[in-house]
Every structure is written in structure tokens, then in C-alpha cells.
């Protein structure tokens, strides 16, 4: 079916529901007048909206004079069906209200494994302690999710979108940082100075000649933007993996240069185990947002978690861009 036509399907829909309502009113009121003051509406719509409604019908639900007005068989039956339906509603939207101070049921959640262990695992157990009423489930990949296919409410992407069936909400950013281990970072500077005049580790090329250690997923090109100029600089990695903790370990001991996102290296940096390298030389930031299905409504649940979460979440990227720019 198409949109225009599911459109106006809901709205034939949301009408009689409010024509049910109309109905219901002047019965209780006992006239359209006073039907009229009690709803906030003309006495012409509401004679309107009850001849539609027994159009639709095809029936007659009141007898009207000058004076009273009588439910006819049909009436007195539609009636006791309105009021049910209308019950019904109201219960629904009343216990919509309550979830929505106080949530209830199960939230699912996606983010990559490292950003999620460190940023969104936290934030999670304290919104599940104030939330008493709430699951929650955290599945953490570092690979994109189709958030419709594998059943999550939310997700956390780092990176442009690519999919314009998702619905984002930003955070920040973060960068690609080449970091090292200070003690690596010495004797490299010493062996530059001494090949190369005191020019030591001025161009991202420089990383042809020494060694590299890979994020497996990342490939071995390494992007740049040096000077105003775009360039992408192959490596040759001594070691490579598909684990971000392995790698900074490595980078750690000694063994290399690594690339990774900036969170993924801050304590480091904080703790000055690892120092960044070619910093001046960062492509441009990374985005992370929030990202939901477009075509569902915003559950109690997802606005909740939304609510508590966004501002520390920012908080925390704006940290991570402080230390980077300490160096």
C-alpha cells in the first residue's frame, strides 16, 4: 500500500474514532448543544459529524425532535460498542503515560565493542538502577547492524551514515590518531635526526620506513590530510590484528605505530603510555550519533534512555577532544 494511501487509512481511522466520541457525548448530554460545550466545538459539527457517522453506518442512531432525542435499537447498541472502544483507548494512552515516567520492558542496544565497553556500558547501569522496571541488552560489534533485521531500538554509530533509512541523533566526533610508545617515539626521533638532518617525522609518508601495527579491518592505507593536501600512505605493518586492545598493547611494548580512534587511546594518552604522532595530520573528524529506524515511533524506553544518556555522552566526546588537544 502506498504511503498517501496508508495516510489516509489512519486518518479515515483517528476520524471515526472522533465521531464515536461526538456520538457518545450528545447522548450523555442528552443534547447537540450541550454536547457541543462539553467537546470545545461548534453545534454545526457536531450535527455534521453525527449525519456522517450514520452515513457511514448506514443506519439511524437517534430519533431527533424539537424537543429530546431517543436512541433508536441500532444507537442503543452502537452505543455500548463506542463506549468499549473508547475505554480501550483511553486505558491504552493512560498506561502509555505511566511508561512514560516510568519505562517498562526491555531495551536493546548495539555499539561498537570498544566505545561501547567504555562509554555506553556505564551510562547503561545507571539508567537500569534508576529504572527499576526496565531489562536491558547490549550487543557490542564492531561491524554495522541493521537495526530492523536484527530487532535493536537503538544503536550507536561511529562514521558518515550511509543507510537514509535511520534516523540520527549527534554526539560528536572523534579522530584518527597515530600514537606510539615515548620510548619508541625517542629512538625513532634520534634515528631521523641523525639520517636526516634534524628533520625527524615531518610528513605522514615517513611511515613507508617505519613500523606499523594494523587494525585488520582498517586495511593497510592509512588516510591524511597534511598541509591542506589529501594523501593516503600504504603501510607495511610488522604486526596486524582485529582486536583494538591487542593493538595498543603492542604499541605499548614498543612494537609500532598504530591508527586508532581517538577514545580508544586516551587513557593512554592521559597516562602518557602512548603519545600521538603526525597529529597535525588528522583526516577530517568522524561523527557519532545515536541512530534509529525511521519508521517507527520513539518508544517510552528509547526516550528515556535518549534523555539520560545524550548529555553525558557529549560531555564524555568533548573530553576526549581536550586530551587530544593537550599534545
Not at 234 to 245: E, T
Request: net charge neutral; aromatic share 6%; hydrophobic share 40%.
Amino acid at each position: 500500500m502506498a504511503r498517501t494511501q496508508i495516510a489516509e487509512s489512519e486518518q479515515r481511522q483517528m476520524d471515526k474514532l472522533k465521531a464515536m466520541a461526538t456520538f457518545v457525548a450528545i447522548v450523555d448530554q442528552g443534547s447537540m448543544s450541550a454536547a457541543a460545550d462539553q467537546l470545545a466545538r461548534s453545534p454545526a459539527a457536531v450535527v455534521r459529524s453525527l449525519a456522517e457517522l450514520e452515513k457511514q453506518l448506514g443506519v439511524r442512531l437517534l430519533n431527533r425532535s424539537t424537543r429530546r432525542l431517543a436512541l433508536t435499537d441500532e444507537g442503543r447498541d452502537y452505543l455500548q460498542h463506542c463506549r468499549r472502544i473508547l475505554a480501550d483507548v483511553d486505558a491504552a494512552e493512560f498506561q502509555l503515560d505511566t511508561r512514560r515516567a516510568n519505562p517498562a520492558g526491555k531495551l536493546s542496544i548495539t555499539a561498537p565493542m570498544m566505545f561501547g565497553r567504555m562509554h555506553i556500558a556505564p551510562l547503561l547501569n545507571q539508567w537500569l538502577q534508576q529504572h527499576e522496571g526496565m531489562s536491558a541488552e547490549l550487543t557490542l560489534l564492531d561491524r554495522t547492524v541493521d537495526l530492523i533485521e536484527e530487532g535493536f531500538d537503538l544503536g550507536l554509530r561511529i562514521g558518515q551514515l550511509a543507510d537514509s533509512s535511520l534516523v540520527a541523533k549527534p554526539l560528536g566526533h572523534v579522530r584518527w590518531v597515530l600514537c606510539t610508545s615515548p620510548d619508541l617515539l625517542k629512538r625513532l626521533t634520534q634515528t631521523q635526526q641523525q639520517e636526516q638532518q634534524n628533520q625527524s617525522l615531518i610528513h605522514p609518508l615517513d611511515l613507508q620506513e617505519l613500523p606499523t601495527l594494523a587494525f585488520t579491518a582498517s586495511g593497510n592505507h592509512w588516510p591524511f590530510r597534511h598541509e591542506g593536501s589529501d594523501c593516503t600512505v600504504k603501510i607495511k605493518p610488522v604486526f596486524a590484528s582485529n582486536q583494538i586492545d591487542t593493538l595498543l598493547q603492542a604499541c605499548r611494548d614498543g612494537l609500532g605505530i598504530t591508527r586508532v580512534l581517538s577514545y580508544q587511546a586516551q587513557q593512554d594518552f592521559e597516562q602518557g603510555t602512548l603519545v600521538p604522532v603526525f597529529a597535525n595530520s588528522s583526516p577530517a573528524p568522524v561523527p557519532v550519533q545515536f541512530v534509529m529506524p525511521h519508521n517507527r515511533l520513539v518508544s517510552p524506553r528509547v526516550r528515556s534512555f535518549l534523555n539520560s544518556t545524550t548529555e553525558p555522552l557529549q560531555q564524555r566526546l568533548q573530553d576526549i577532544e581536550q586530551t587530544l588537544s593537550g599534545f
